[in-house]
């Protein structure tokens, strides 16, 4: 076996996914670089955490980093180190410093120029376009000049209507500024709430662009994730896709899928494909797509160049994330993954992981109470009677008194946090 050890930034429960996918592949026990010991990491017998006091800003972190690459090389010469982000900000980070940091990592992320041109949406609507990828109309308001005293904000075009989504063109800069009854996205129902949060952002030192943006009808369910990795040839080598069932709704969290059943569309398979062979690209990424639930047509929202919080669905559907990775990165032939069902593309490259599972963060219970769909419940309850579920915190190798004791813990906190912010399901997700 091939001597390698990931590094890890954060200690969220998708960092958490992603250092299990790695001690189930290989049974290496990943490093988790975090300024503090969060819940989802915390007592764990699958990993170790590295403290970095200034992981959250750039220059102490990139330097904390390059210190312990120094230290783990000076300890095994010949082990190989694999450097993950899961946040825009920290992949961007990265990117910057690549130079720096892969004196001693190996980084799977695209260039920094490929990360701007698909993080910013304005450019990924285009780039969508041209290869026939549907997206939402969308309007962008300019915050550059926003300091200067006679600066005010565009109107909206004709065309768009209320209600519009509100959400920041690049997420980099917008997770990096705090301010009251801030959101990662906005429902605007009118002219006054949407002047008032130009305000908002204006006085907050925003200086980026916002999107108000054409609201697709439809709950949560309507929306749909695909996860796909680009090797070093540029080929997407592997994918996987879900429907949602429910997503987070705290204002901090909000948009991020907190459970989904997993399936593989080509409808939406197939664009995304086809958008990450037109540019340069190299690692993982993660799609948001949503469907008209009137017209049936599917409408790309965005990419994220990472993996996303929820790449544990993947596992669940029959290919490991990370073993796809990390047989790239080092050449090493690959086999199938146990219970994969693999779909090959028209190329016969793209492995695409076909199981069916529901994926879930929260107490079942708290899930079945928002999903109306009758079909889609029933759909549910004959998976979790089948025991077609998986959780990535539910860890067969770490089931200590005490991480059982959070895990009941973060169980309490969703209840708490659904009955705050989205105590009853609506038609709209909001």
């Known amino acids: 076996m091939i001597n390698f050890l990931p590094v890890i930034l954060g200690g969220d429960v998708g960092a958490y996914a992603l250092a299990r996918e790695f001690n189930d592949a290989y049974g290496v026990k990943p490093i988790l670089v975090t300024a503090y010991n969060p819940l989802p990491i915390r007592d764990t017998a699958i990993a170790r955490r590295h403290y970095c006091p200034g992981a959250a800003e750039e220059k102490p972190l990139v330097n904390d980093l390059a210190s312990l690459g120094q230290q783990l090389k000076q300890e095994d010469p010949s082990r190989i180190l694999i450097l993950m982000a899961n946040t825009e900000w920290r992949i961007q980070v990265l990117a910057r410093n690549r130079q720096k940091l892969e004196t001693w990592y190996q980084i799977p992320i695209p260039s920094l120029e490929t990360i701007e041109k698909l993080n910013d949406k304005e ?47 690049q997420s980099a800069e917008y997770e990096q500024l705090m301010f009251e009854g801030r959101k990662k996205v906005y429902r605007i129902s009118s002219q006054e709430e949407l002047e008032h949060l130009w305000s908002t952002l204006r ?79 190299h690692g993982f990424a993660n799609f948001d797509v949503k469907q008209d639930p009137h017209s049936g047509r599917f409408y790309f929202l965005e ?88 959780d990535p915190l539910i860890n067969p190798k770490d089931r200590s008194f005490k ?9 309490i906190s969703h209840y708490r946090k659904f009955h705050a912010y989205y105590p009853k399901p609506t038609a709209t997700g909001f």
């Open 123 to 169: 450019s990924f609507e285009n780039l969508a376009h041209q290869v026939g990828i549907d997206t939402p109309l969308s309007f962008y308001q300019d915050f550059s000049a926003s300091d200067q005293p006679d600066w005010k904000p565009q109107p909206l075009p004709q065309e768009l209507a209320f209600p519009l989504v509100a959400k920041p063109a």
């Open 203 to 281: 006085k907050a030192g925003f200086r980026g662009k916002f999107i108000a943006q054409q609201l697709i009808e439809g709950d949560d369910t309507q929306m749909y994730s695909i996860t796909a990795y680009v090797n070093k040839k540029g080929s997407v080598s592997f994918m996987a896709s879900a429907r949602v069932l429910l997503e987070e709704h705290h204002p901090a969290t909000l948009g991020n899928p907190c459970a989904m059943i997993t399936t593989p569309i080509s409808h939406i398979l197939q664009p995304a494909k086809r958008l990450l062979e037109s540019v340069d690209y």
């Open 403 to 411: 991480r059982r004791l959070y895990h009941w813990e973060s169980g």
């Open 303 to 390: 990419v994220n160049p990472r993996i996303g919080r929820n790449s544990f669905y993947c596992l669940g559907a029959g290919i490991n994330p990370m073993k796809e990775m990390t047989d790239d990165l080092l050449q090493v032939s690959q086999e199938a993954d146990q219970g994969q069902s693999p779909i090959q593309s028209s190329d016969g490259q793209t492995r695409v992981a076909s199981g069916e599972i529901l994926y879930c963060l929260i107490p079942h219970r708290l899930l079945k109470k928002y999903i109306q769909d009758p079909a889609l419940l029933n759909q549910v309850n004959s998976l979790i009677r089948s025991h077609r579920t998986v």
